[in-house]
């Protein structure tokens, strides 16, 4: 872990979220964008219940139990 | 059931605005401390009166169809009802609350001063803030009636009540009776101010023409005013004995009142948002929250006021939530407003684009510059950094373009995997997916360029897609059940990715 992005720690790394959103921003905005009109018909057809408020920050949040497999592996490592 | 239905379906803003006006009147100015306020009979008594008060002045302005002008004199005759008719502090020199005002400007068995001061305070502070308070968290409500013909009947026979019998309970326990001939007048002037608000014009604060301040400008003044007003009637008193002193304070008073008023009235209110609105309502209050905690220690009070500290606090967090809710819906207009006028593709001219962005919000134009100070620090870092820093500022920029494209051929993307034959799950984890193998392709690309070293999962980028994958796969996977939950803006996508992308460094 060396130069100068490494030597920031945790809360110096919140400053430069912009950088964290511009690389995750292909992952994100591939499938999205090339779904665009499914999605919204999905919504406005079949009538799917959109969350708000509080709600919709924990179901935004969901994505991250994706994180479950390698916190996981380690445990396991760590075992 | 019916009516109960009908009474809890009318009464949700009629509701908050019966509790809040006493609370505001009474708990938040220190009339009534907290132990005071809070004691049942007392509550009781308060919330009746001034709940009531606010809510019949509130519907008699909205089925009359009038404005702010109606609504102050509906204030002024409250304040006459409460202060002259029931408790009678207009001519009772020994009232609690009245000091020194119960011979400074006393005549006729009147005390003058105490009376205007009182009257103007019930009209602005009892009745007219907090219904704009009201008014501004149910903005949809606005215009309409709030109580049914029935609950605005059993309204005003609780408000005649409590009046009646408030007047009884306080003569007897002072054993106070105001002079006839003088509270019969002052009955008069409380119907002929109702009569005045009848026939008030309702575009009394709409017709000034001078361009519209800031909202901190309007809070200003109403702030200085509430000082002024302070200093008027609460200080000068003190210091003023010569002869026509009282005559003097009652013309310096309603020269503030008018003169805040007149000067208010010269500007466009047409044009104004909720922010104006709020900003003057904030400006009333501020003074009553920053004197809050100085009242719980003030060695010189004859109640308890234990508690001040903790109202003035709630009051300040409330008036904050206010504020932002406020702020954020007219931000969200303005949205929806430049996002009709100004749409932004990299088709538009250059003079479109400057446009698009001037007219963001203030936290967009934040964030604005904080992406682009975050975008010059990772050029800085790829001309001047070490091979790690090289490798993620060319990552990011790659990354980011990356993005950019896939944006502009948005069109000719989703038309294409139209086609495909797949359930739409399966088309957005495969393309989630190819989006991670790409992102983590460049990432092990620049490292091995620039030889730096643990920024990929692996040196071998076989390994290093076999070690990332199930996390994007199911980071996709859970995004498109996200997705059909809420619909996204492409900012807040991004956004998104940041906080996961952020999320994962930091685990």
Same mark, same amino acid.
């Given at each position: 872990?060396?130069?100068?992005?490494?030597?920031?720690?945790?809360?110096?790394?919140?400053?430069?979220?912009?950088?964290?959103?511009?690389?995750?921003?292909?992952?994100?905005?591939?499938?999205?964008?090339?779904?665009?009109?499914?999605?919204?018909?999905?919504?406005?057809?079949?009538?799917?219940?959109?969350?708000?408020?509080?709600?919709?920050?924990?179901?935004?949040?969901?994505?991250?139990?994706?994180?479950?497999?390698?916190?996981?592996?380690?445990?396991?490592?760590?075992? | 059931?019916?009516?109960?239905?009908?009474?809890?379906?009318?009464?949700?803003?009629?509701?908050?605005?019966?509790?809040?006006?006493?609370?505001?009147?009474?708990?938040?100015?220190?009339?009534?401390?907290?132990?005071?306020?809070?004691?049942?009979?007392?509550?009781?008594?308060?919330?009746?009166?001034?709940?009531?008060?606010?809510?019949?002045?509130?519907?008699?302005?909205?089925?009359?169809?009038? *404005?702010?002008?109606?609504?102050?004199?509906?204030?002024?005759?409250?304040?006459?009802?409460?202060?002259?008719?029931?408790?009678?502090?207009?001519?009772?020199?020994?009232?609690?609350?009245?000091?020194?005002?119960?011979?400074?400007?006393?005549?006729?068995?009147?005390?003058?001063?105490?009376?205007?001061?009182?009257?103007?305070?019930?009209?602005?502070?009892?009745?007219?803030?907090?219904?704009?308070?009201?008014? &501004?968290?149910?903005?949809?409500?606005?215009?309409?009636?709030?109580?049914?013909?029935?609950?605005?009947?059993?309204?005003?026979?609780?408000?005649?009540?409590?009046?009646?019998?408030?007047?009884?309970?306080?003569?007897?326990?002072?054993?106070?009776?105001?002079?006839?001939?003088?509270?019969?007048?002052?009955?008069?002037?409380?119907?002929?101010?109702?009569?005045?608000?009848?026939?008030?014009?309702?575009?009394?604060?709409?017709?000034?023409?001078?361009?519209?301040?800031?909202?901190?400008?309007?809070?200003?003044?109403?702030?200085?005013?509430?000082?002024? *007003?302070?200093?008027?009637?609460?200080?000068?008193?003190?210091?003023?004995?010569?002869?026509?002193?009282?005559?003097?304070?009652?013309?310096?008073?309603?020269?503030?009142?008018?003169?805040?008023?007149?000067?208010?009235?010269?500007?466009?209110?047409?044009?104004?948002?909720?922010?104006?609105?709020?900003?003057?309502?904030?400006?009333?209050?501020?003074?009553?929250?920053?004197?809050?905690?100085?009242?719980?220690?003030?060695?010189?009070?004859?109640?308890?006021?234990?508690?001040?500290?903790?109202?003035?606090?709630?009051?300040?967090?409330?008036?904050? &939530?206010? *504020?932002?809710?406020?702020?954020?819906?007219?931000?969200?207009?303005?949205?929806?407003?430049?996002?009709?006028?100004?749409?932004?593709?990299?088709?538009?001219?250059?003079?479109?684009?400057?446009?698009?962005?001037?007219?963001?919000?203030?936290?967009?134009?934040?964030?604005?510059?904080?992406?682009?100070?975050?975008?010059?620090?990772?050029?800085?870092?790829?001309?001047?950094?070490?091979?790690?820093?090289?490798?993620?500022?060319?990552?990011?920029?790659?990354?980011?373009?990356?993005?950019?494209?896939?944006?502009?051929?948005?069109?000719?993307?989703?038309?294409?995997?139209?086609?495909?034959?797949?359930?739409?799950?399966?088309?957005?984890?495969?393309?989630?997916?190819?989006?991670?193998?790409?992102?983590?392709?460049?990432?092990?690309?620049?490292?091995?360029?620039?030889?730096?070293?643990?920024?990929?999962?692996?040196?071998?980028?076989?390994?290093?897609?076999?070690?990332?994958?199930?996390?994007?796969?199911?980071?996709?996977?859970?995004?498109?059940?996200?997705?059909?939950?809420?619909?996204?803006?492409?900012?807040?996508?991004?956004?998104?990715?940041?906080?996961?992308?952020?999320?994962?460094?930091?685990?």
């Amino acid at each position: 872990m060396k130069g100068k992005l490494f030597s920031l720690d945790s809360l110096l790394l919140l400053l430069v979220f912009p950088l964290f959103m511009i690389v995750y921003s292909p992952i994100l905005l591939f499938p999205n964008l090339a779904l665009r009109h499914e999605i919204t018909t999905r919504h406005v057809k079949s009538q799917l219940i959109t969350v708000s408020g509080f709600k919709g920050f924990f179901y935004a949040m969901l994505p991250l139990l994706g994180l479950i497999p390698y916190f996981l592996t380690f445990v396991f490592l760590m075992d | 059931m019916g009516l109960i239905r009908r009474l809890q379906l009318s009464f949700s803003p009629a509701l908050v605005l019966f509790f809040l006006s006493p609370m505001i009147a009474e708990l938040l100015s220190g009339s009534s401390p907290p132990v005071e306020f809070f004691n049942p009979l007392s509550f009781i008594m308060l919330i009746s009166l001034y709940g009531s008060g606010a809510i019949i002045m509130r519907e008699l302005k909205i089925r009359w169809k009038k *404005g702010i002008g109606s609504l102050l004199l509906l204030g002024a005759a409250y304040g006459i009802i409460e202060e002259g008719l029931m408790v009678a502090s207009f001519f009772n020199p020994n009232w609690p609350d009245v000091g020194i005002l119960g011979v400074f400007g006393r005549w006729l068995d009147v005390n003058w001063v105490w009376a205007l001061e009182l009257t103007v305070y019930h009209a602005v502070v009892s009745i007219v803030v907090p219904i704009f308070l009201v008014e &501004l968290a149910y903005p949809e409500l606005r215009s309409k009636s709030w109580v049914s013909n029935k609950a605005l009947k059993f309204l005003i026979s609780l408000f005649v009540g409590v009046v009646c019998m408030g007047f009884i309970l306080v003569s007897v326990s002072f054993d106070y009776w105001p002079p006839l001939l003088q509270y019969v007048l002052m009955f008069l002037l409380a119907v002929l101010l109702i009569y005045l608000a009848y026939k008030f014009p309702a575009n009394w604060a709409r017709v000034g023409s001078k361009p519209l301040r800031s909202p901190l400008f309007f809070g200003l003044i109403s702030l200085l005013s509430m000082v002024a *007003g302070a200093i008027i009637f609460g200080i000068l008193p003190y210091f003023m004995h010569f002869q026509f002193s009282p005559v003097i304070v009652i013309f310096l008073g309603l020269l503030l009142i008018f003169g805040v008023l007149g000067f208010i009235r010269r500007y466009n209110w047409r044009e104004a948002t909720d922010l104006h609105k709020f900003a003057l309502v904030a400006g009333i209050l501020l003074p009553f929250i920053a004197i809050a905690p100085l009242q719980e220690f003030d060695p010189n009070r004859t109640d308890n006021p234990v508690g001040m500290s903790f109202v003035g606090l709630i009051s300040l967090v409330l008036l904050i &939530l206010l *504020g932002w809710k406020v702020k954020k819906r007219i931000n969200s207009d303005m949205r929806s407003q430049y996002k009709t006028k100004f749409k932004f593709n990299l088709s538009s001219s250059v003079f479109d684009r400057v446009l698009c962005i001037l007219s963001l919000p203030r936290i967009m134009k934040v964030f604005a510059v904080w992406f682009l100070a975050i975008l010059i620090l990772t050029v800085h870092w790829i001309f001047n950094g070490g091979a790690n820093d090289r490798t993620i500022g060319f990552s990011s920029l790659i990354c980011g373009f990356s993005s950019l494209f896939i944006w502009r051929f948005r069109a000719q993307l989703e038309s294409r995997v139209n086609r495909w034959r797949w359930r739409p799950k399966t088309k957005f984890i495969f393309l989630g997916g190819i989006g991670a193998l790409w992102v983590e392709f460049v990432f092990w690309l620049f490292e091995r360029i620039f030889n730096a070293s643990s920024i990929a999962a692996s040196s071998n980028l076989l390994l290093d897609w076999l070690i990332t994958m199930p996390w994007y796969l199911m980071m996709t996977y859970l995004l498109w059940y996200v997705v059909n939950k809420y619909l996204f803006s492409i900012f807040e996508l991004l956004l998104l990715g940041g906080f996961m992308s952020f999320g994962l460094m930091v685990f």
